[in-house]
Every structure is written in C-alpha cells, then in structure tokens.
C-alpha cells in the first residue's frame, strides 16, 4: 500500500520537477531570419521537443506494459452499464472541484448547475452511480484549475510531456497539483488517514479515461507518421476547446494529422 505524501512535500516535489524539466533539453530554435521556420516552431510551442519525446517513449514503454492492458482488461470485464456507473461516480466525486472552479470564473450560473447536479445525484442517484441530473436537463460539465488559469490570462507556457502523467504543459500542471492540494475529499480522507482511498479514486480515473482513449489513441497510431506530433496536436487542441467550454470530439482528427 502506497503512503500518501504530504501536502506540503508535494508542493515541493512538483515545483522542483517543473523547474527542472523548464531547464532541461531545449530544441535549438531555427534561425531569425528563417521567418517560415521561426512561425512553426512557435506555432509548435515545443522548445523542449528533445527531452519531451525521451519522456514520450518512456511512457509508451509502460503504457503498452501496464495502463493499456489494464484499461483493456477493464473494457473485456466490465460491460459498458458498469462503465458508465463508475465515470458517473468519479464525476460526482470531482463536483466540489468543478463548483470552486466555476465560481473563480465567474460562471455563477454553471456553479448553480453543478451544485444541483451534485445533490440530485447524489441524493437521488445512488451517491453519483447514476447522473439522473443529465436526464432532467442538467448537463455535467468538467472544470480545473488549469482552465481557470487560462480564463485569468495565465499563458499556457511550453508544451511539456511528464512521467506516467503524460501531456501537459506548466500551466496545466500547476492547476492539477493545485487540485491534489485542496480536492474536499482528498483533504478528508487524508485526515481521517484513509489514504488507500486517495490512490484508488486516482488509479479508477486513471483506467477509466485510458479506456475511453483506447479506440482513439489506436486509430492515431495506426494513421499517424508521428504518433508524438498528432498526440501533441490532440492535446493541444483539446484543452483549448476546454478552456472555452465547448464539446471535445474524440472522433474529429488532430491537426498534424490533416497536413
């Protein structure tokens, strides 16, 4: 059993990885007077492409060992009414989260939304198994601190690839140790010393979005010249829609594969 780290040292650790990772292997830029390359590399917004794609391999070396047979053998076993009670479960789960980020972008009326939807659901939908809220009309939607980041004008920084935890950049990844750091639950738990819990809300969501992923990230490694290129794209172009509160797609192309 895992020991869960404290706050406090977690703050530590992932400020000195993000420093860390902002000084370590940038790509060397083209020359000034290359206008067309100079355009690209900042459209690319990738100047540590070097190391992020050593971390990227890294990463598809334990994803193909370990988190796609687990999100496999969780597909094989569990059918798709019991996938959807357990998303709808970790959805509620995350509504505290989602309500304070509503409300730090000034979207009382989403915030009203997601506080009806978590009492609904929970008090009616077997604590959150089932999103009767969605079936009366009020909709989920997900927020985090790192689209309430970009919603205060907080540049999204360089693009950067993490351990395990995959895409990302350090706005993005500031807001996600932010969410760890004040989560209502997390912060509970942690006090009543039920830690295992912690990790395995944490593992479920994890399994849970690689599931959902599994067809997606298949179809673009089949289709793609550079596997990292179009996954850099789908990130990207996934948390822009995000931040403006629109509907990802995960059937529509990334951008670096239409070129």
């Known amino acids: 059993m895992p020991t869960f780290i404290p706050r406090a040292a977690l703050t530590r650790i992932a400020v000195s990885l993000l420093s860390l990772t902002l000084v370590a292997g940038c790509a060397t830029p083209p020359p000034a007077d290359d206008k067309e390359s100079v355009a690209e590399f900042e459209q690319l917004n990738d100047p540590l492409e070097p190391m992020n794609r050593a971390i990227f391999e890294f990463n598809q070396v334990v994803d193909r060992a370990m988190l796609k047979p687990l999100a496999q053998g969780y597909r094989a076993v569990v059918p798709p009414f019991g996938r959807e009670r357990v998303r709808d479960f970790l959805n509620n789960l995350r509504s505290p989260v989602i309500f304070a980020n509503d409300l730090l972008q000034g979207e009382p009326d ?26 009366g009309g009020i909709p989920y ?119």
Do not use: C
Not at 110 to 135: E, K
Not at 173 to 193: C, M, S, T
Not at 202 to 231: P, W
């Open 110 to 135: 989403r915030a009203v939304q997601t506080a009806m939807r978590f009492a609904f659901n929970t008090g009616f939908g077997a604590v959150g198994l089932f999103d009767i809220a969605a079936s």
């Open 141 to 259: 939607h997900d927020e985090d601190f790192g689209q309430t980041f970009a919603v205060w004008g907080i540049g999204e920084g360089p693009y950067l690839v993490f351990p395990i935890l995959g895409p990302s950049n350090p706005r993005d990844f500031v807001g996600l140790a932010a969410e760890w750091l004040v989560d209502p639950l997390n912060l509970h738990l942690d006090h009543v010393g039920q830690d295992w819990a912690i990790w395995t809300r944490t593992g479920m969501y994890g399994i849970d979005k690689r599931e959902r992923y599994l067809d997606k990230l298949n179809e673009i490694e089949r289709g793609s010249l550079d596997y990292y290129a179009s996954l850099r794209s789908l990130y990207r172009q996934i948390r822009t829609t995000e931040v403006k509160n629109g509907t990802v797609d995960l059937r529509a192309k990334p951008e670096a594969e239409k070129r």
